[in-house]
């Protein structure tokens, strides 16, 4: 089962992942949405997959991260980020979570200047 993560708890995520790993927020968004409304890395790196793509992309993705590199999934409202965190763990990635609420949460919870759409 993957683990749902709220965006009001991503800081503390964050600061406790894997000692010296970087953590991966995967946006699995459209194109056209990201430019409506996108996050800014902070203390994590930022990787834009659209879902349709991230099968083609597996193999890129795995040989730039380790299976046990922590990677966060958002997408607009959560749905989509935890079809694709199924598929990562299946995948062989170990500490995958999902951003509930995704990007809409994150907006009323993190950052209010994140457009909502």
Not at 89 to 117: K, M, R
Request: glycine share 6%; hydrophobic share 45%; net charge negative.
């Amino acid at each position: 089962m993957i683990a749902q993560l709220s965006p009001s708890n991503f800081a503390v995520w964050r600061d406790s992942a894997a000692a010296g790993k970087l953590p991966l927020v995967l946006d699995v968004r459209e194109p056209w949405e990201l430019q409506t409304a996108s996050v800014k890395a902070d203390g994590f790196t930022l990787l834009h997959i659209p879902m349709r793509d991230l099968p083609a992309r597996l193999a890129e993705l795995q040989q730039v991260h380790n299976a046990d590199q922590p990677i966060a999934c958002l997408c607009h409202h959560g749905m989509r980020s935890l079809q694709v965190a199924n598929f990562l763990a299946q995948a062989g990635f170990t500490e995958v979570v999902n951003l509930q609420g995704g990007i809409d949460a994150w907006s009323q919870q993190i950052d209010p200047g994140v457009a909502q759409y």
